[in-house]
Protein backbone atom coordinates (compact mmCIF):
# COMPACT_ATOMS: atom_id res chain seq x y z
CA UNK A 1 0.00 0.00 0.00
CA UNK A 2 2.57 2.67 -1.11
CA UNK A 3 -0.84 5.86 -0.53
CA UNK A 4 0.84 9.41 -1.24
CA UNK A 5 4.36 9.34 -2.51
CA UNK A 6 6.83 12.55 -2.84
CA UNK A 7 10.19 13.05 -3.42
CA UNK A 8 12.45 14.31 -2.99
CA UNK A 9 12.96 13.77 0.88
CA UNK A 10 15.20 16.33 1.51
CA UNK A 11 16.88 18.84 -0.98
CA UNK A 12 18.51 22.42 -0.81
CA UNK A 13 18.28 24.82 -3.07
CA UNK A 14 20.15 27.81 -4.29
CA UNK A 15 18.23 31.58 -4.25
CA UNK A 16 17.04 31.66 -7.83
CA UNK A 17 16.98 27.94 -8.71
CA UNK A 18 13.95 26.17 -9.63
CA UNK A 19 12.88 22.65 -8.95
CA UNK A 20 9.77 20.63 -8.98
CA UNK A 21 8.71 18.29 -5.95
CA UNK A 22 6.94 14.86 -7.18
CA UNK A 23 3.63 13.84 -5.73
CA UNK A 24 2.03 10.58 -6.62
CA UNK A 25 -1.11 8.26 -5.23
CA UNK A 26 -1.99 5.12 -5.84
CA UNK A 27 -5.78 5.27 -4.09
CA UNK A 28 -7.47 6.88 -7.15
CA UNK A 29 -8.27 9.77 -5.46
CA UNK A 30 -9.76 12.21 -6.88
CA UNK A 31 -8.87 15.65 -4.62
CA UNK A 32 -4.69 16.33 -4.37
CA UNK A 33 -3.26 19.10 -2.11
CA UNK A 34 0.18 20.55 -1.36
CA UNK A 35 0.59 22.04 1.76
CA UNK A 36 3.75 23.90 3.83
CA UNK A 37 4.28 23.35 7.31
CA UNK A 38 6.75 26.21 8.84
CA UNK A 39 7.46 25.59 12.82
CA UNK A 40 4.80 27.02 14.78
CA UNK A 41 2.16 27.62 12.02
CA UNK A 42 0.01 25.44 10.53
CA UNK A 43 -0.68 23.53 7.75
CA UNK A 44 -1.02 26.20 4.74
CA UNK A 45 -2.98 25.43 1.74
CA UNK A 46 -0.62 26.04 -1.42
CA UNK A 47 -2.70 24.49 -4.44
CA UNK A 48 -5.54 21.89 -4.40
CA UNK A 49 -7.05 20.08 -7.53
CA UNK A 50 -10.42 18.24 -7.61
CA UNK A 51 -9.16 16.06 -10.70
CA UNK A 52 -7.25 15.74 -13.78
CA UNK A 53 -7.05 19.18 -15.56
CA UNK A 54 -8.46 21.42 -12.73
CA UNK A 55 -6.03 23.07 -10.38
CA UNK A 56 -7.02 26.58 -7.96
CA UNK A 57 -4.81 28.38 -5.54
CA UNK A 58 -4.75 27.74 -1.86
CA UNK A 59 -3.53 29.95 0.74
CA UNK A 60 -0.46 30.87 -0.14
CA UNK A 61 0.28 30.37 -4.07
CA UNK A 62 2.68 33.08 -4.93
CA UNK A 63 5.97 31.42 -6.06
CA UNK A 64 4.53 28.08 -7.07
CA UNK A 65 2.68 26.68 -9.81
CA UNK A 66 1.10 23.04 -10.19
CA UNK A 67 -0.37 20.69 -12.90
CA UNK A 68 -2.71 17.77 -12.91
CA UNK A 69 -2.43 16.18 -16.22
CA UNK A 70 -3.40 12.74 -14.62
CA UNK A 71 -5.46 11.51 -11.12
CA UNK A 72 -2.37 10.49 -9.91
CA UNK A 73 0.11 12.66 -10.28
CA UNK A 74 0.30 16.36 -8.69
CA UNK A 75 3.75 18.33 -9.57
CA UNK A 76 4.45 21.20 -7.41
CA UNK A 77 7.21 23.82 -8.93
CA UNK A 78 9.12 25.97 -7.32
CA UNK A 79 10.31 28.87 -9.89
CA UNK A 80 13.12 31.23 -8.44
CA UNK A 81 13.38 29.83 -5.24
CA UNK A 82 13.62 32.40 -2.28
CA UNK A 83 14.49 32.02 1.48
CA UNK A 84 10.86 32.44 2.28
CA UNK A 85 10.23 28.82 0.61
CA UNK A 86 12.23 27.37 3.09
CA UNK A 87 9.51 24.60 4.83
CA UNK A 88 8.79 20.99 5.29
CA UNK A 89 5.81 20.61 1.90
CA UNK A 90 3.22 17.82 1.72
CA UNK A 91 1.05 16.48 -0.72
CA UNK A 92 -1.95 15.17 0.09
CA UNK A 93 -5.13 13.67 -1.34
CA UNK A 94 -8.68 12.69 -0.51
CA UNK A 95 -11.39 10.82 -2.05
CA UNK A 96 -13.64 13.81 -2.43
CA UNK A 97 -13.85 16.92 -0.22
CA UNK A 98 -12.65 18.32 2.93
CA UNK A 99 -16.46 17.88 4.64
CA UNK A 100 -15.79 14.49 6.35
CA UNK A 101 -13.19 12.63 4.15
CA UNK A 102 -9.92 11.74 5.52
CA UNK A 103 -6.97 13.19 4.14
CA UNK A 104 -4.02 11.33 3.42
CA UNK A 105 -0.57 12.63 3.60
CA UNK A 106 2.39 11.63 2.01
CA UNK A 107 5.85 11.69 4.05
CA UNK A 108 7.00 15.13 3.42
CA UNK A 109 9.62 17.26 1.55
CA UNK A 110 12.44 19.30 3.45
CA UNK A 111 13.56 21.79 1.63
CA UNK A 112 16.17 24.73 2.31
CA UNK A 113 17.03 27.71 0.13
CA UNK A 114 20.08 29.12 0.85
CA UNK B 1 -10.52 36.51 9.91
CA UNK B 2 -10.07 32.22 10.48
CA UNK B 3 -8.77 31.42 13.66
CA UNK B 4 -7.85 28.25 15.30
CA UNK B 5 -6.33 28.09 19.06
CA UNK B 6 -4.87 24.86 20.91
CA UNK B 7 -2.40 25.13 23.71
CA UNK B 8 1.27 25.12 22.32
CA UNK B 9 2.66 22.27 24.18
CA UNK B 10 1.18 19.86 27.39
CA UNK B 11 3.05 17.35 29.29
CA UNK B 12 1.61 14.10 30.82
CA UNK B 13 2.23 11.01 32.33
CA UNK B 14 2.75 7.85 31.07
CA UNK B 15 -0.51 6.22 32.35
CA UNK B 16 -2.77 9.50 32.84
CA UNK B 17 -5.65 10.74 30.44
CA UNK B 18 -4.91 14.18 28.44
CA UNK B 19 -7.54 16.46 27.37
CA UNK B 20 -6.15 18.94 24.16
CA UNK B 21 -8.81 21.91 23.70
CA UNK B 22 -9.40 23.59 20.17
CA UNK B 23 -11.30 26.44 19.95
CA UNK B 24 -12.43 28.28 16.14
CA UNK B 25 -13.43 30.92 14.85
CA UNK B 26 -14.39 30.40 11.23
CA UNK B 27 -16.94 31.39 8.61
CA UNK B 28 -19.04 28.45 8.49
CA UNK B 29 -18.75 24.90 9.99
CA UNK B 30 -18.41 21.62 7.94
CA UNK B 31 -16.61 19.41 10.40
CA UNK B 32 -13.81 19.04 12.31
CA UNK B 33 -11.12 16.96 12.27
CA UNK B 34 -8.20 15.74 14.72
CA UNK B 35 -4.81 14.47 13.29
CA UNK B 36 -1.55 13.16 15.08
CA UNK B 37 2.19 14.35 13.67
CA UNK B 38 5.04 12.35 15.13
CA UNK B 39 7.99 14.78 14.52
CA UNK B 40 9.75 14.54 11.38
CA UNK B 41 6.74 12.41 9.83
CA UNK B 42 3.17 12.98 8.18
CA UNK B 43 0.05 13.33 9.63
CA UNK B 44 -2.41 10.51 9.97
CA UNK B 45 -6.08 10.98 10.75
CA UNK B 46 -7.76 10.38 14.36
CA UNK B 47 -11.03 11.52 14.11
CA UNK B 48 -13.40 13.42 12.61
CA UNK B 49 -16.93 15.21 14.12
CA UNK B 50 -19.31 16.93 12.29
CA UNK B 51 -22.41 16.92 15.07
CA UNK B 52 -21.90 17.63 18.78
CA UNK B 53 -21.26 14.78 21.30
CA UNK B 54 -18.61 12.33 21.95
CA UNK B 55 -16.74 10.36 19.44
CA UNK B 56 -15.00 7.75 20.79
CA UNK B 57 -12.00 5.23 19.47
CA UNK B 58 -10.43 3.20 21.69
CA UNK B 59 -7.84 5.11 23.82
CA UNK B 60 -8.71 8.20 22.05
CA UNK B 61 -12.30 10.41 22.21
CA UNK B 62 -13.21 13.51 20.31
CA UNK B 63 -15.49 15.57 21.92
CA UNK B 64 -17.59 18.44 19.81
CA UNK B 65 -19.53 21.57 20.71
CA UNK B 66 -21.04 23.95 17.77
CA UNK B 67 -22.72 26.15 19.79
CA UNK B 68 -19.33 27.20 21.49
CA UNK B 69 -16.72 26.52 18.60
CA UNK B 70 -15.27 24.22 21.12
CA UNK B 71 -13.76 20.23 20.60
CA UNK B 72 -11.06 18.53 22.64
CA UNK B 73 -9.06 15.40 21.88
CA UNK B 74 -8.78 12.96 25.23
CA UNK B 75 -5.96 10.57 25.20
CA UNK B 76 -6.60 7.74 27.61
CA UNK B 77 -4.22 5.29 29.49
CA UNK B 78 -1.15 7.39 28.27
CA UNK B 79 2.10 5.53 26.29
CA UNK B 80 5.02 6.86 25.41
CA UNK B 81 4.76 6.47 21.74
CA UNK B 82 1.75 9.10 22.11
CA UNK B 83 4.49 11.90 22.07
CA UNK B 84 3.59 13.95 18.74
CA UNK B 85 1.92 17.09 18.12
CA UNK B 86 -2.26 16.85 17.65
CA UNK B 87 -3.92 19.27 14.99
CA UNK B 88 -7.17 20.74 14.96
CA UNK B 89 -8.06 21.38 11.40
CA UNK B 90 -12.05 22.82 10.65
CA UNK B 91 -13.68 22.58 7.27
CA UNK B 92 -15.60 25.81 6.84
CA UNK B 93 -18.62 26.91 4.70
CA UNK B 94 -15.94 26.98 1.52
CA UNK B 95 -14.91 23.11 2.45
CA UNK B 96 -11.51 24.71 3.16
CA UNK B 97 -9.36 23.18 5.80
CA UNK B 98 -8.07 25.53 7.86
CA UNK B 99 -5.57 24.29 10.56
CA UNK B 100 -4.74 25.19 13.88
CA UNK B 101 -0.69 25.31 14.84
CA UNK B 102 -0.95 22.01 16.30
CA UNK B 103 -0.06 20.94 20.25
CA UNK B 104 2.87 19.31 21.21
CA UNK B 105 2.33 16.44 23.85
CA UNK B 106 5.05 15.07 26.21
CA UNK B 107 4.30 12.20 27.73
CA UNK B 108 6.91 11.36 30.75
CA UNK B 109 7.44 8.37 32.57
Known sequence: NAGVTQTPKFRILKI?????????????HNYMYWYRQDPGMGLKLIYY????????????????????????DFPLRLELAAPS???????????SGTAGNTIYFGEGSWLTVV | GQNIDQPTEMTATEGAIVQINCTYQTS??????????????????????????LEEKGRFSSFLSRSKG??????????????????????????????????KLIIKP
Not at chain 1, 56 to 63: I, L, S, T
Not at chain 1, 85 to 95: E, G
Open chain 1, 49 to 72: SVGAGITDKGEVPNGYNVSRSTTE
Open chain 1, 16 to 28: GQSMTLQCTQDMN
Open chain 2, 70 to 103: YSYLLLKELQMKDSASYLCAVTDSNYQLIWGAGT
Open chain 1, 85 to 95: QTSVYFCASSY
Open chain 2, 28 to 53: GFNGLFWYQQHAGEAPTFLSYNVLDG
